[in-house]
């Protein structure tokens, strides 16, 4: 065989894909009431989440997410933020709800944190 060639999951020696699926079977089955308290705190927190960021105007939560890039990352990232947000909105990327603004917004926070800490843990 090849170094370059595939081998489908169904035909591969070790049978990895059934295994991870034994293992969440198992886990579903053994922790079951353990995943359902988990689900109502996190059902609550998301729920809120969303309906917070869904109800202010547009325009709110972007120039917020800005200024907190500005104030934990820099004056670059936000610029890059502020500019990916309005080509995004530009090119009717964003619908007439706002969920699709959320998850941006939300991706642009994780940016802004995961820069600036990975710099501040990686460097000497």
């Not at 079951?32 to 869904?54: A, C, H, M």
């Not at 080509?87 to 709800?97: E, K």
Request: aromatic share 16%; charged share 15%.
């Amino acid at each position: 065989m090849l170094s370059g060639d595939f081998i489908p999951l169904d035909e591969s020696i070790i049978p990895l894909s059934e295994w991870i699926s034994e293992g969440i079977n198992w886990l579903v089955y053994n922790f079951r009431d353990f995943f359902q308290v988990i689900k109502i705190p996190v059902e609550v927190t998301l729920t809120s989440l969303t309906s917070g960021l869904t109800a202010l105007p547009f325009y709110i939560p972007i120039i917020l997410i800005a200024l907190l890039a500005w104030k934990f990352s820099g004056k670059r990232l936000a610029i890059f933020f502020l500019a990916f947000v309005c080509t995004h909105s530009l090119f009717g990327a964003v619908g007439s709800d706002h969920d699709d603004t959320s998850d941006g917004h939300s991706f642009g926070s994780f940016l802004c944190n995961y820069w600036r800490t990975a710099w501040r843990v990686g460097r000497p």
